[in-house]
């Protein structure tokens, strides 16, 4: 049932929805007061085609933040990043191997609220390397960084059934927030 | 367990004539995450922005990496009154804008926004913060938006 809802414009033609689609909500995550150094979701169904994990996210310390799938540590992971910090617009490939994962986004400082967008395609192919695009930042009112992601996880093709969200050094701390959602194809 | 479909459609209106802004207020807080998606003519070269609340004061700020005529660019504005989430001189064609409240129910934290803005002549990928930690109620864009724009809201529910 579609909720109440006000709309107004200077002369709008509207309509409210019900509900309908093919997006599901599959997991959440809240972090308490303690803080946690990572977030996984494991047994990850295979019944999608897509996934997507929204976020808004404080952390311990400034840190940049990776993405790793099915408990792999190893180098396999790609990485491409266009991001501005403000005064200049910088494409680089900054992380490649050095953090084992996909580098998603970079937080500032404990006052930072980051947030982000990650869709992961066609996670459960075993005859594809996996591609990640990436959507997020955070803006601090003088300091903050817009990105814009690629990465790749290049290990023997196999279907994503965990994800981890680490900060590389620091923790993610109290609401961090952390969703996870399936999308279904036909 | 999944949840279910939880990406609902909330609202959505056209434009029947030229408006300088477009407002959804009761914005249930029921939802994780708010998504405005915006097809929008300009009725003069100009920007679209966002302010929540009916907040016009200096309480938002924001980060933008920017493509215009060939050049990418980085810029950043403080203590603003609306975000922009997008920008074109150009009359004639639609501007695609989405715009993310990200967990805009909460009460603890400051919101983040995050938007694209996609039209002929200028592309640009923004973060912005309100720096106010109420729940999101009401939202505005605001623009010099023509005729047969079209606004859609929708909400996204986490487990």
Not at chain 1, 65 to 86: E, Q
Not at chain 2, 56 to 77: D, F, K, P, R
Not at chain 2, 144 to 149: L, Q, R
Request: net charge neutral; glycine share 12%; proline share 3%.
């Amino acid at each position: 049932m579609a909720p109440i809802l006000g709309i107004y414009a200077s002369q709008i033609s509207g309509h409210l929805f019900a509900p309908s689609g093919a997006y599901d909500s599959i997991a959440t995550t809240t972090v308490g007061a303690g803080g946690v150094s990572s977030v996984t979701f494991s047994s990850i169904p295979s019944t999608y085609t897509h996934l997507q994990v929204r976020f808004i996210s404080k952390l311990s310390a400034g840190d940049d933040v990776i993405m790793r799938f099915n408990g792999d540590t190893a180098n396999n992971y790609w990485n491409h990043i266009l991001y501005g910090n403000g005064s200049s617009a910088t494409a680089s490939v900054p992380f490649s191997g050095a953090y084992s994962g996909i580098a998603l986004y970079y937080t500032g400082s404990t006052a930072s609220v980051a947030g982000g967008v990650i869709d992961v395609l066609d996670y459960t192919s075993t005859s594809k390397n996996k591609t990640v695009r990436f959507l997020g930042g955070y803006d601090d009112n003088g300091s903050g960084n817009i990105d814009l992601a690629s990465g790749s996880w290049s290990a023997t093709p196999a279907a994503i059934n965990s994800i981890v969200i680490k900060p590389v050094s620091a923790n993610f701390a109290q609401y961090t927030q952390i969703a996870l959602y399936g999308i279904r194809g036909n | 367990m999944p949840a279910g479909n939880t990406y609902e459609a909330i609202a959505t209106t056209t434009l029947g004539s030229n408006a300088g802004s477009v407002t959804f207020s009761s914005v249930p807080g029921t939802y994780t995450d708010i998504v405005a998606i915006c097809s929008i003519k300009l009725s003069s070269g100009s920007t679209i922005y966002t302010q929540v609340n009916a907040d016009n004061g200096n309480n938002y700020s924001s980060t933008g990496l920017n493509g215009e005529a060939g050049v990418a660019s980085s810029s950043s504005n403080s203590n603003i009154n609306s975000p922009l989430f997008g920008y074109s001189g150009n009359t004639t064609d639609f501007n695609n804008c989405i715009i993310q409240y990200m967990n805009y129910a909460n009460t603890t934290t400051n919101k983040t926004i995050l938007g694209r803005g996609n039209a002929s002549d200028y592309v640009t990928a923004r973060v912005a913060l309100w720096r106010n930690t109420a729940a999101i109620t009401e939202i505005k864009i605001l623009g010099s938006f023509a005729t047969g724009s079209t606004f859609s809201l929708y909400g996204i529910k986490a487990a």
